[in-house]
Nanobody
Framework: QVQLVESGGGLVQPGGSLRLSCAASGFTFSRYAMSWYRQAPGKEREKVAGITSAGGSINYADSVKGRFTISRDNAKGTAYLQMNSLKPEDTAVYYC?????????????WGQGTQVTVSS
């Protein structure tokens, strides 16, 4: 059974930090690119950051560059999103996504989401 389980969300003050985790199971994690998306109320889901299957290439949305860091541990089957200098506009439900890497055939998977609220 495929699972992507996010954790680490919560309420934080502006300027604070959170670290999100996405624990994967039921598929070959090292063959999947991982991404973090977020969706704020009334807005479309947007991609925040992505990392290739071996971690050799990383990209970020302009809105989070310099503040967020995506990483992965293939041995643990887990992806992370370190979020620093959080702003109220970062408030959203954050989802992790797994997409087959180039050359592999498979299904895209989504986690259930974790709420991040930035407020004083």
């Amino acid at each position: 059974q495929v699972q992507l389980v996010e954790s680490g969300g919560g309420l934080v003050q502006p300027g604070g930090s959170l670290r999100l985790s996405c624990a994967a199971s039921g598929f070959t994690f090292s063959r999947y690119a991982m991404s973090w998306y977020r969706q704020a109320p009334g807005k479309e889901r947007e991609k925040v950051a992505g990392i290739t299957s071996a971690g050799g290439s990383i990209n970020y949305a302009d809105s989070v560059k310099g503040r967020f860091t995506i990483s992965r541990d293939n041995a643990k089957g887990t992806a992370y999103l370190q979020m620093n200098s959080l702003k109220p506009e970062d408030t959203a439900v954050y989802y992790c996504n797994a997409k087959p890497a180039t050359g592999y055939i498979g299904t895209q998977y989504w986690g259930q989401g974790t709420q991040v609220t930035v407020s004083s």
